[in-house]
């Protein structure tokens, strides 16, 4: 283990979030047991272990077994010392979900809109986080933060830049979100934090080089690489969705023509259902509709959805030929269609991967659903909150 010199002060702060991050991840451990794995002194441990219990993040929990000596004091992370909110925001919806510190579903919010306007989202936005504060339990660090999930580019600042399947340009949605709630907002691509949500609690366990393709009225892409989230140099990493798969193909709300995207998404087969009249005139044209129809055995929606899966291949074929993934993962809304989906991407990726790709790559749909987004963006502000190590303002 690489040691680090310095500020005494920095020090400490590195050495105290590794012991709670050991608890946390590993516990219940005894101080002996952070000690032996972390390399550091009992005393320093100790010290640490004082604090991080005055602070009730770290609790005991009775004596473990006795290795020879005293029966040692087990200590466990305490995930009931503040709340996390995530959300979702889609084109058509907003998920919301409470968790605790270890990101457990406290309480779950669904909201659908049509008008994608800014402030008639927002108002919608801050409904919903009120309505899931009502479902939090008292703790000693209240609501830690709010994490938002947006189907567009975002920057450092919390910025979207632009996200054209809301029409939305440069909104300073960090801000305004703070300025109400006075928390700390994180905001990020809602792939980035569907990926994240499947590699800490879904189908990305086991895996460290991950490729997630959200696929819900637009496409993104989220990436998992070495164990870490890739964000590329500016944030903007991801945005596959808009990449060309067919140089004279109709034009995309980005300004590009022929986008992944407006072959392989839900607007995609729900404008294909329309042209086609799969859907009787006195039912409305949506996913749950065709999926509907799909149960039923209904041979038009089986065949929509398997030419969505062929598009899908199209776009992670060349993924896969620029990150070589051990694992892909389909997330979002389209992922409720999986059992008339995967095997026609199965069938499309085996006659178009080169041969040694296939090799070790695992295909999964999302373990999370559609929940991967929402509680993604609720790990990203537990994780920040647990790496400041020292209080966050409570919202009462």
Avoid at 252 to 267: D, I, T, V
Avoid at 301 to 315: D, T
Avoid at 342 to 370: N, Y
Wanted: net charge positive; with cysteine.
């Amino acid at each position: 283990m690489t040691k680090v010199t310095g500020n005494p002060h920095l020090i400490k702060k590195i050495n105290k979030s590794l012991v709670l991050e050991m608890i946390r991840t590993q516990g219940p451990l005894s101080r002996a047991d952070i000690a032996q794995r972390s390399g550091l002194n009992k005393g320093t441990v100790s010290s640490l272990v004082k604090e991080l219990i005055e602070e009730e993040l770290v609790y005991e929990i009775g004596q473990g077994e006795s290795s020879g000596g005293r029966r040692p004091v087990l200590l466990l992370f305490n995930k009931k010392a503040g709340f996390s909110i995530g959300i979702d925001l889609g084109v058509h919806y907003i998920l919301g979900v409470l968790t605790d510190l270890q990101g457990n579903v406290i309480a779950q919010k669904r909201v659908s809109f049509q008008n994608k306007g800014y402030q008639a989202v927002l108002v919608l936005i801050k409904e919903t986080v009120l309505s899931l504060l009502e479902h939090m339990p008292k703790s000693r660090y209240g609501l830690v933060g709010i994490g938002m999930g947006v189907p567009g580019i975002v920057d450092k600042t919390g910025t979207v830049l632009f996200a054209p399947n809301l029409s939305w340009k440069d909104i300073p949605l960090k801000q305004e979100m703070e300025a109400v709630f006075h928390v700390p907002v994180v905001i990020d691509n809602e792939a980035n934090a569907g990926a994240y949500g499947e590699k800490r609690l879904g189908a990305g366990q086991e895996f460290d080089h991950i490729l997630y393709v959200s696929a819900g009225i637009g496409i993104g892409v989220g990436l998992v690489l070495n164990g870490e989230l890739y964000r590329g140099t500016n944030g903007f990493a991801g945005e596959s969705g808009h990449m060309t798969i067919d140089i004279d193909g109709p034009v995309c709300r980005c300004g590009n023509k022929g986008c992944w995207e407006l072959y392989a998404s839900e607007q995609a087969i729900l404008e294909k259902a329309k042209q086609q009249n799969v859907v009787s005139e006195t039912k409305e044209v949506s996913l749950e509709t065709l999926l509907s129809l799909a149960k039923q055995n209904d041979q038009k929606a089986i065949q929509l959805f398997a030419e969505i899966g062929r598009y899908l291949a199209i776009g992670i074929n060349n993924l896969l030929n620029t990150f070589n993934p051990q694992q892909i993962i389909i997330g979002n809304r389209l992922s409720m269609a999986k059992q008339w989906i995967k095997p026609a991407i199965q069938q499309a990726l085996s006659s178009r991967t080169l041969p040694f790709q296939p090799t070790h790559l695992s295909f999964h749909f999302s373990k999370l659903s559609i929940d991967s987004t929402a509680l993604g963006m609720a790990l990203f502000v537990i994780e920040d909150f647990l790496k400041k190590g020292e209080k966050i303002q409570v919202f009462l």
